[in-house]
T-cell receptor
């Protein structure tokens, strides 16, 4: 599969627990993005990596959220002390640096988080 | 006020109909504009970029009016397979690497 892969597809967790999601981008893509989408809304930007460097972070990314891309390949998004408001679809996307922003974006299928 | 606002929808149209979606954006320094399509419980996918001169891709026509900060998408001869949510997307000055999405407009094409 040459697309963006996200794992797990679904996660149900109890409030207060920590969760971690993984994203494997398209192998030659050096840009990686995390977005969050709640029901009835469009995706909202969370953070962006170029290679291993985290270059942009949204205000939405509270101190309970942390993202890493340690070797410039896969990325993880961790949410600590989950709250019910964290329930959403977490989407990962990747693109090539040489491609204009917005073009060549490939989104993964997302991880759907439900906090109970 | 949201940075990108779209018609709330839903739009239910018969096959073969022409349907138009509108979108406005609040930041006059926005740089790039797109329409994405998202099928139910799937990831968003780029439908087309939007240029000031207007652009067409088969049955789809996109228009941008920078003065009015307005974007439109016209779908002619609607097909059942066009049923999806259409997301208006812009990039903002100063955050050129992130996409700002509207809430989407849901389209259902009826047989």
């Amino acid at each position: 599969d040459t697309g963006v892969s996200q794992d797990p597809r679904h996660k149900i967790t109890k409030r207060g627990q920590n969760v971690t999601f993984r994203c494997d981008p398209i192998s030659e893509h050096n840009r990686l993005y995390w977005y969050r989408q709640t029901l009835g809304q469009g995706p909202e930007f969370l953070t962006y990596f170029q290679n291993e460097a985290q270059l942009e972070k949204s205000r939405l990314l509270s101190d309970r959220f942390s993202a890493e891309r340690p070797k410039g390949s896969f990325s993880t998004l961790e949410i600590q002390r989950t709250e019910q408001g964290d329930s959403a679809m977490y989407l990962c996307a990747s693109s090539l640096r040489q491609v204009g922003v917005g073009l060549g974006y490939t989104f993964g299928s997302g991880t759907r988080l439900t906090v109970v | 006020r949201k940075e990108v606002e779209q018609d709330p929808g839903p739009f239910n149209v018969p096959e073969g109909a022409t349907v138009a979606f509108n979108c406005t954006y609040s930041n006059s320094a926005s740089q790039s504009f797109f329409w994405y399509r998202q099928d139910c419980r799937k990831e968003p996918k780029l439908l087309m970029s939007v240029y000031s001169s207007g652009n067409e891709d088969g049955r789809f026509t996109a228009q941008l009016n920078r003065a009015s900060q307005y974007i439109s998408l016209l779908i002619r001869d609607s097909k059942l397979s066009d049923s999806a949510t259409y997301l208006c997307v812009v990039t903002l000055s100063g955050s050129a690497r992130q996409l700002t999405f509207g809430s989407g407009t849901q389209l259902t094409v009826l047989p």
